[in-house]
């Protein structure tokens, strides 16, 4: 009695440890995941605001196919970016809250609108409700000497603060951001 119990038990346990194997896991997303922080060294656990965002890629096609002009852009892929504020600070001159925020975009020639967005976890710019905005300002636009095939961004370290820096293709632009101490 006591082997046919023993034997019962290791053929579940030889089920269950197959079941728990054999799982599925997507392939790696076509528009990766990324963050950038500041202070962004991995030393400074004191970090004052975090983006975290998808990398769409050109692939040949126009920046202004996948970001239109005058449009609301998700700002990168997949969901709605979400910039994190650990401190209470100003972005574009707009006083903003520590807290979790959507970044949306407006692209245009003279300037992008950067809009932060009370309402998280937003699959693209489709449910984009404009009455959650926070902030809306605008951003310099400027032109790199490199092209980016992925969009990126950075926190550049400026006086009395940082700029949001959003690039793609020879695209630039910068938001500046000041902390309240």
Known sequence: MKNVLTLALLVCALVFSGEAV?????????????????PSDYKNSDKA??????????????????????KVWRTGANE???????????IGGEKVNPGTYALFTIPGEDGWTVILN????????????????VARVKGMVSSGSDSLEAFSMTFKEVDNGVHLIMGWGTTRVAVPITFVM
Do not use: C, H
Not at 80 to 90: L, S, W
Not at 124 to 131: H, K, P, R, T, V
């Open 22 to 38: 054999a799982q599925d896991f997507s392939g790696m997303d076509k528009s990766p995941m990324d963050m950038a922080s500041y």
């Open 49 to 70: 605001v975090r983006v975290i965002y998808s990398r769409p890629q050109l692939k040949d096609r126009a920046l202004s196919d996948l970001a239109p002009a005058g």
């Open 80 to 90: 709605a970016a979400e910039i994190t504020f650990y401190k209470g600070a100003t």
């Open 118 to 133: 009370k309402n998280l976890n937003q699959w693209g710019s489709y449910f984009y409700d404009e009455s959650g905005d």
